[in-house]
């Protein structure tokens, strides 16, 4: 199967910045889109940001101009840079992928098992 392993989150004053990290691993053939998602304490998971494989990157309106996606293909891995950082985006920040495993031969969307975002007022 196919792993997502994240890191670099953690506890920054308002203002701040943190960069995430998310290495995929495991049976890949080839990755597509990689994306950022985040859950807020009673809110439902939303979208950060997105990037496709070429490049492109897609943004939530909240984190425009303040956080900057980025990938490595030959490093399977996704990154996400936040700077400006304010108390409304501690959350929990999850990893995706959409990957195409030698094992089950398809196309699916993976997580990563996610990392907290902490950002003191």
């Known amino acids: 199967q196919v792993q997502l392993v994240e890191s670099g989150g953690g506890l920054v004053q308002a203002g701040g910045s943190l960069r995430l990290s998310c290495a995929a691993s495991?049976?890949?053939?080839?990755?597509?889109?990689m994306g950022w998602y985040r859950r807020a304490p009673g809110k439902q998971r939303e979208l950060v940001a997105t990037i496709a494989r070429a490049g492109s990157t897609n943004y939530a309106d909240s984190v425009k101009g303040r956080f900057t996606i980025s990938r490595d293909n030959a490093k399977n891995t996704v990154y996400l840079q936040m700077n400006s950082l304010k108390p409304e985006d501690t959350a929990v920040y999850y990893c995706n992928a959409n990957a195409f495993s030698s094992i089950n031969r398809s196309w699916d969307n993976y997580w990563g098992q996610g990392t907290q975002v902490t950002v003191s007022s």
């Open positions: 495991g049976s890949i053939v080839s990755i597509n889109a």
